[in-house]
């Protein structure tokens, strides 16, 4: 059984491709240069390396790019799409964030309904971003609700980019299966999974190449939160560990009353004084890099903070979530050894 799996060098797609691998799947992944495919491709223990390949799709946002992986390859039975931009800083919203996410999710979907005939199910990265909208108020957020942001919201104001392309692109997604004829032979999942954070990609170059959800940890780790204080934009947020959120990709694939629904995947809750007291007690050599002790106690969540209900993912996909405590301590040590520090 054969997956395509887009936007391979990702953090999230990296822990997909060993799901999938464990799971027995032969895996096509998508890079956007043959180094980087190449890469991706040597990162994979030799014994499981002749169950994946690469395919080169330089820009999801080209009209068509995807017609030659499936005219070239009609055989994949699965498609599981996670390449879209992720950060905050644009130079041009449009065609650097909300074309790639809206254009690459119908352009994939599109190719696979022309050329792709075997393909049962595809499954689309979106994100909780798509659920939720800040600022936070107290109710309990589930698949049946879409954030409100706004397409002219998303270009005029970079921190609701992001935000907006997630949305739309998913919206793009389900009202392409609603509406293409002849109606398409393959159901569609999202997973719309919170904050992500998690062991970082065994490919990746460099700290510079690190994806924007970790990134937190690497400042906090790398003394930054010790130099700028401990960050407190907002009290709450809520986490999921990258390993869950691979397993709900290859679960949403497989399970066939996965077809047709949205899952919510967020883990727990947590804030960064939280974050901060898991590498203080997990990694006691790290306490020279810190923030002093006392800002610890800024830690308060407020008692009306916002809800959410993970329980369709435990029912219909089976998972079983990872804490807080293991997700940061498996992501510290990805970084440390990155750096070398073991
Ligand atoms: P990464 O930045 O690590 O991965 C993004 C991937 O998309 C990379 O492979 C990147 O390629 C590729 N990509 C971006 N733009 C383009 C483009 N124009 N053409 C082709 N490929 C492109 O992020 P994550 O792994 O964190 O995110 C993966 C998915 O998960 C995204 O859809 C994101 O929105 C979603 N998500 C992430 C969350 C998180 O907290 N991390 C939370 C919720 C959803 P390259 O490396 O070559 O640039």
Known sequence: RKVLL???TGFIASHVLDCLLDHGFEVVVTARSDEKGHRIVKSIDESLRKRVSFVVVENIAKAGVFDNVFKSDPTFDYVVHTASPFQFHWDDPVKDCLDPAIK????ILKS???YAPNVKRVVITSSSAAIRSPPNHPEVYDESCWSDVTLEEAILDPKNTY?????????AAWSFLMSATPS???SLATINNSFTLGPIPRSLPGPDALNTSNRRVHDLVH?????RGVPLSAPVFTFVDVRDVALAHVRAMMVPE???KRFYVVGGFFSNPRLLRVVRERFPRLEGRLPAKEEEAADDFPEDHWGFDNSRSIKVLGLEYRGLEECVA???ESMLRLAGEE
């Not at 003394?223 to 130099?227: A, S």
């Open 6 to 8: 887009t936007g391979g």
């Open 104 to 107: 690459g999710t119908t352009g």
């Open 112 to 114: 696979i309904h022309a």
């Open 163 to 171: 935000r907006a392309s997630k949305k739309f692109a998913e919206q």
């Open 184 to 186: 398409p032979t393959f």
């Open 223 to 227: 003394g930054h939160w010790r130099d």
């Open 258 to 260: 996965a077809g047709g």
């Open 330 to 332: 498996d992501t510290v």
